[in-house]
C-alpha cells in the first residue's frame, strides 16, 4: 500500500453507520470481500463549497450510507454490485418473487454487500486530492491490485 496514505481499519457493511467516518469529509475508499478488491471510490466533489456552505453532512458519510442503502437508484456501486454480482447468481425460483413483489433487487444487493463486503477509507484535504487518489488505487498503485468492479 503506498505509504503516504493513511487508510482506516476495514468496516463491515452490516455494521452501518459508523460513527467513526466523519460527518463531513472528503476522502477515498475501498471495497473488499475478503481479500479480493471489488471497488475503490472517492466522495467530496466541491466538497469546498459543501464547506462555506456549512452543511451538516456530506462526502464519505454520504457515500458510504448510499452503497450500504443497496439501492440501485442513484448508485453507481450498487449497480455493478446488482449487474455483475446479484443478477448472475440469481435461482429460477427467485424470478417469480419479482413478478410478485415479494422480491426487489435493492433488497438482494443490500444483502449481498452487508453479507460480503467491508470498506476501509482515507480522509483527504480536498476534492482535487480525493480524486486523485481515486485513480491511484483503480490504477493498482494503492492496493497492489486494481478493483474488480472498476478498474482504471
Not at 482506516?8 to 453507520?17: A, E, G, I, N, V
Not at 454490485?81 to 443490500?110: H, M, Y
Not at 449481498?112 to 480525493?130: L, M
Request: aromatic share 12%; with cysteine.
Amino acid at each position: 500500500m503506498d505509504s503516504n496514505v493513511q487508510f482506516s481499519d476495514r468496516h463491515k457493511f452490516s455494521d452501518w453507520p459508523n460513527v467513526t467516518v466523519p460527518v463531513l469529509a472528503a476522502g477515498v475508499y475501498a471495497i473488499w470481500d475478503r481479500q479480493a478488491l471489488i471497488y475503490c471510490g472517492m466522495s467530496g466533489r466541491e466538497f469546498e463549497k459543501a464547506q462555506s456552505a456549512q452543511r451538516k453532512k456530506y462526502g464519505l458519510i454520504t457515500r458510504l450510507a448510499s452503497h450500504a442503502s443497496g439501492r440501485l437508484s442513484g448508485d453507481q456501486f450498487c449497480v455493478y454490485v446488482a449487474n455483475r454480482l446479484v443478477i448472475p447468481g440469481l435461482q429460477a425460483e427467485q424470478l417469480n418473487k419479482f413478478a410478485s413483489g415479494e422480491l426487489t433487487l435493492d433488497s438482494l444487493t443490500k444483502a449481498y454487500i452487508h453479507n460480503r463486503f467491508d470498506y476501509q477509507f482515507a480522509i483527504v484535504e480536498s476534492s482535487k486530492e480525493a480524486y486523485e487518489l481515486e485513480m491511484r488505487a483503480r490504477q493498482g498503485a494503492i492496493f497492489g491490485a486494481k478493483p474488480l468492479l472498476n478498474p482504471a
